[in-house]
Structures are given as structure tokens and as C-alpha cells.
């Protein structure tokens, strides 16, 4: 079983910035993806960014140049730099693990609120 624990949400005005933590309580090189996905109200989940075990990250189309995955593996953390905030993105933030055997693991997701 993985753990995994969100932190850095809150409340920011358009154009700003927020960075998002995913601790995990595991090697996350053991790990074959791990990502950040949101959800709106009324919304379905939708996948924003993840990075594999390679290091190869990918992007949504609505994040791509205004978010950045990267990961601390001697902290076993992920995170997610927000820049260029709009009120679109604001949703809960749930980071994910996929493990080797394909098992996937969620957090209990972070909210951010974009608004003036």
C-alpha cells in the first residue's frame, strides 16, 4: 500500500502562482508514473501532468508552458509549480501513483481556488 499526502493549495489571485507537494510514503523510482490530476465541481477528473520513472513528463494541453511536474526523489516527493493561474483551474488536486504491477494509488487531494 502507498501513501500519498498533498499539500500546498489555497487561495490565489489570477496570475499568480502555487506549488504543489505529493509525499509519498515509498521509493517513488518504484513507481511507474507518478501525476497530478484535478477535478471541478460538476466535472469528471482529468489528468493535468505526470513523470515516469525515466524522468519523461507529460503535460495536458490546458497546462502546457504554465505548469511544471518535478520530483525530490531523496525527499520521495512530487510536485506541481502552478504559474500564470486562472480561474479555470481552480479544482481539487489529487496526486497519483502507479505502481510497477499497475496498481494506482490517489491522495486526498489539495484544494486551489483562483479568484480575485
Known amino acids: 500500500q502507498v501513501q500519498l499526502v498533498e499539500s500546498g493549495g489555497g487561495l490565489v489571485q489570477p496570475g499568480g502562482s502555487l506549488r504543489l507537494s505529493c509525499a509519498a510514503s515509498?521509493?517513488?523510482?518504484?513507481?511507474?508514473?507518478m501525476g497530478w490530476y484535478r477535478q471541478a465541481p460538476g466535472k469528471q477528473r482529468e489528468f493535468v501532468a505526470d513523470?515516469?520513472?525515466?524522468?519523461?513528463?507529460n503535460y495536458a494541453n490546458s497546462v502546457q508552458g504554465r505548469f511544471t511536474i518535478s520530483r525530490d526523489i531523496a525527499k520521495k516527493t512530487v510536485y506541481l509549480q502552478m504559474n500564470s493561474l486562472k480561474p479555470g483551474d481552480t479544482a481539487v488536486y489529487y496526486c497519483?501513483?502507479?505502481?510497477?504491477?499497475?496498481?494506482?494509488?490517489w491522495g486526498q487531494g489539495t484544494q486551489v481556488t483562483v479568484s480575485s
Open positions: 497519483n501513483s502507479i505502481s510497477a504491477k499497475g496498481q494506482s494509488y
Open positions: 513523470v515516469s520513472a525515466g524522468g519523461t513528463t
Open positions: 515509498t521509493n517513488i523510482l518504484t513507481m511507474r508514473a
